[in-house]
């Protein structure tokens, strides 16, 4: 069963939900169900032909591996889709893949660039959870650190 059909049921308001491993509360989660009810798993944001939550294990995988520029130009490349899907859906982007191209642009020691994907993350439609909040503070930081 695909993450999209599992997503449409709906969660206890007393829990957290863990989507690509960021906790989101209950009913913030069944606010996105409720925006996604009639909308097909073709409105899915895909990556050749792939949902883009697809690639999580092949990201961490990499990553594990020490094979980090692999892992930045996938990473982009599910940034650049997801922001076309953010525009032609109305949904916010998935601040997942942001995080971790940070991450890794600071294991790079490319700071211009993990600020520079930071920056691109604010300034799009956030998807709900407590990620954003913590890609923000690390903006704010990094914008810090460089001064």
């Known amino acids: 069963m695909s993450l999209f059909k599992k997503v449409l049921g709906r969660f206890s308001k007393s829990r957290t939900v863990d989507v690509l491993g960021t906790q989101i509360p209950a009913d913030e989660a ?49 940034i650049d889709a997801g922001e076309e899907h953010s525009l032609a859906t109305g949904f916010g982007v998935a601040p997942w893949y942001y995080w971790e191209a940070a991450v890794v642009y600071r294991k790079l020691k490319q700071l211009d660039r993990e600020l520079a994907v930071l920056e691109r993350f604010a300034r799009q439609k956030h998807a709900p959870g407590m990620r954003v909040e913590k890609l923000l503070e690390r903006l704010e930081k990094v914008r810090a650190r460089k001064s």
Request: hydrophobic share 35%.
């Open 30 to 78: 069944n606010k996105v169900i409720d925006q996604m009810r009639g909308f097909s798993e073709s409105t899915i944001q895909k990556v050749d032909g792939r949902a883009a939550y697809d690639y999580v294990e092949q990201i961490k995988q990499l990553k594990r591996d020490g094979q980090l520029q692999e892992a930045i130009i996938l990473l982009e490349r599910i």
